[in-house]
């Protein structure tokens, strides 16, 4: 577990702080244009529950507590499939979002990438970089498709977030600024939402290139069940992760947005993916995870401290991300938080038997210390989210 025709345009993004409306303003490429999109009130606003549509399908069932079929790997969760897409004839329309901060080559090599595929809307870049470097590179692109938003917050969630309320489409999709996507990326993602109208999300495979990976470590996802519903993964695996990872906005709707208080320049440093996926599969909404959706990640981190520091970071946020919903009483994610910690504790002792490293005990440290980062945040019981303090 584990980041209209605008031209090619640069902008700034700020949060709502107040009854009035923020603007975002964008800057033409060509002609330097200046123009303000106006939102309501800032971002939209969220449902009430964030689990609205869990409590709708509960609703269907009968009063007597909801019965839950338990195996040592899976939670499944006995409820009505709720209906997310509206004609399958219609294809729908895709937008993308990349978030982006201090790496211009990296992001204008991932957007020229993007730029090959066929079959989205929209491509908005959210760009929280210290200096403008980022967005004047990207002003030399002129694809229409393309818009680079500058944000004020910081926080990949944040940036996500920000794409979210700016796109127009009824899917989004999320990649990040170190992958390079396939050329049919786009098109993979759109059939697939048209072809099963119940896909809620679609997690895509990351892989890391061969001829980096002696270099050190980047995280890969690699899918073994293609759909989950009504029940959960194993700690250990099936969980996507925001390198590919695409959503209807129905579902943003329901569950709620991405937690701005995890993932990479947070407070709690990551796990935005399996906080998302949980309250999603909780809703009895269906995830995808589908091969042949394919993305290269090249954020390669040097073997030795680089790495081991990367994965403390994922300890830490996964732990956090579990333990939220421990915090409210949720014996699901109870059951999957042990049961992380029961598989770490097996790595832990093969590799102290064999002598091999890494031997895990720094990531199960870290996990176990995510817990205790958790208790410093209220969470809002109804949204399902941190409070920042």
Not at 151 to 158: D, H, I, P, Q, V
Not at 271 to 290: H, I, Q, T
Not at 297 to 323: D, M, N, P
Not at 343 to 365: C, D, E, I, N, Q
């Amino acid at each position: 577990m584990r980041f209209a025709n605008y031209g090619a345009h640069s902008g700034t993004f700020k949060p709502n702080s107040g009854a009035n409306a923020k603007a975002v303003t964008t800057h033409g490429s060509r002609a330097f244009r200046r123009s303000a999109v106006t939102t309501r009130a800032g971002l939209r606003t969220a449902p009430a529950s964030p689990l609205e549509g869990a409590s709708a399908a509960t609703a269907a069932l009968p009063r007597h507590p909801q019965k839950v079929a338990r195996s040592r790997s899976v939670v499944y969760l006995l409820c009505r499939e709720p209906v997310l897409s509206a004609e399958p004839s219609v294809r729908p329309t895709l937008s993308v979002v990349v978030p982006t901060r201090n790496r211009p080559e990296h992001a204008v090599a991932c957007v020229q990438a993007l730029l090959q595929c066929a079959g989205f809307h929209e491509l908005i870049v959210v760009d929280q970089s210290d200096t403008d470097a980022t967005s004047t590179l990207l002003a030399n692109l002129t694809d229409a498709r393309l818009r680079c938003v500058r944000s004020e917050l910081r926080g990949a969630t944040n940036a996500r977030n920000v794409g979210i309320e700016l796109s127009s489409s009824e899917v989004i999709a999320f990649t990040d600024d170190d992958c390079r996507v396939a050329v049919d990326w786009a098109m993979q993602i759109v059939e697939l939402f048209h072809a099963d109208p119940a896909a809620a999300v679609v997690c895509g495979r990351v892989y890391v290139p061969e001829e980096l990976q002696a270099q050190g470590f980047a995280m890969a996802f690699e899918p073994r069940v293609r759909e989950w519903q009504h029940r959960f993964p194993p700690a250990d695996h099936d969980w996507g992760i925001t390198a590919n990872l695409s959503a209807r906005r129905t579902v943003f709707e329901r569950v709620g947005r991405f937690d701005p208080l995890l993932g990479p320049g947070a407070p709690l440093r990551c796990g935005e993916e399996p906080d998302l996926l949980f309250r999603v599969l909780k809703a009895g909404m269906k995830v995808v995870n589908a091969r042949e959706v394919q993305v290269a990640h090249l954020g390669i981190r040097a073997h030795g401290t680089e790495s081991a520091k990367l994965w403390s970071t994922y300890g830490v946020g996964t732990s956090a991300a579990l333990f939220k919903h421990v915090r409210l009483g949720d014996r699901d994610a109870m059951r999957l938080y042990v049961e992380h910690l029961r598989v770490m504790g097996l790595v832990v002792a093969k590799s102290l038997l064999t002598g091999s490293r890494p031997t895990g005990v720094r990531y199960t440290w870290a996990y176990l210390s995510g817990a205790v980062a958790s208790l410093k945040f209220r969470v809002d019981r109804s949204k399902r989210q941190y409070i920042r303090s």
